[in-house]
Antibody, heavy 119, light 113 residues
Framework: QVQLQESGPGLVKPSQTLSLTCTVT??????????WSWIRQPAGKGLEWIGR???????SYTPSLTSRVTISLDTSKNQFSLTLRSVTAADTAVYYC???????????WGQGTLVTVSS | DIVMTQSPDSLAVSLGERATITCKSS????????????LAWYQQKPGQPPKLLIY???TRESGVPDRFSGSGSGTDFTLTISSLQAEDVAVYYC?????????FGQGTKVAVK
């Protein structure tokens, strides 16, 4: 059974960097035709896809965040990570990691982690 | 970006009745070479991550009750719950995966009337 678990600070100060890690169990992030994504959801609002990384290391990001975001793989730890720089209150959200199957849908999701940007 | 617009934002349906949600994309998400629509539907209940219901616009994920069905092509899509059950109360999202930057609809909240 594939499981994903987000981890990282729940509080980040404005202008600083948000860093989250997703630990994957039950699957190897370096095998298979999958991609690994981050998606966020502000309280009471909809889902925003942030970006993805393929097992090859190729990345793609949503245009509105591309200048501030990096997604990377750590195959030795079977983890992938999100880095979001220069955060503001607008970046406060529940952040989900997810595994993408096939051509672009998400079957496996983490439970989500709330990140609040506040001084 | 492809903008996905769902309607309505919310609806209330009596138990056992049909619920219909529409999703419109700002450009066609039908890939002509394989005749597939690059659209998925998800269900999200409070405090939970989304659950995949349908992909390729109409292919039901394994284990999803057959009262859920997806239809449509090109730019206009529909998710239908044929007979609403209490456990179907949730927010439903469509998602396009046609272009490298993927996007979700704003969500439709389904409640019991």
């Amino acid at each position: 059974q594939v499981q994903l678990q987000e981890s990282g600070p729940g509080l980040v100060k404005p202008s600083q960097t948000l860093s989250l890690t997703c630990t994957v169990t039950g699957d190897s992030i370096s095998s298979g035709n999958y991609f690994w994504s981050w998606i966020r959801q502000p309280a009471g609002k909809g889902l925003e896809w942030i970006g993805r990384i393929y097992t090859s290391g190729t990345t793609s990001y949503t245009p509105s965040l591309t200048s501030r975001v990096t997604i990377s793989l750590d195959t030795s730890k079977n983890q992938f990570s999100l880095t979001l720089r220069s955060v503001t209150a607008a970046d406060t959200a529940v952040y989900y990691c997810a595994r993408g199957d096939g051509n672009g849908w998400f079957f496996y999701w983490g439970q989500g982690t709330l990140v609040t940007v506040s001084s | 970006d492809i903008v996905m617009t769902q309607s309505p934002d919310s609806l209330a349906v009596s138990l056992g009745e049909r619920a219909t949600i529409t999703c419109k994309s700002s450009q066609s998400i039908l890939y002509s070479s394989n005749n597939k629509n690059y659209l998925a539907w998800y269900q999200q209940k409070p405090g939970q991550p989304p659950k995949l219901l349908i992909y390729w616009a109409s292919t039901r994920e394994s284990g999803v009750p057959d009262r859920f069905s997806g239809s449509g092509s090109g730019t206009d899509f529909t998710l239908t719950i044929s007979s609403l059950q209490a456990e179907d109360v949730a927010v439903y999202y469509c998602q396009q995966y046609y272009i490298p930057t993927w996007t979700f609809g704003q969500g439709t909240k389904v409640a019991v009337k």
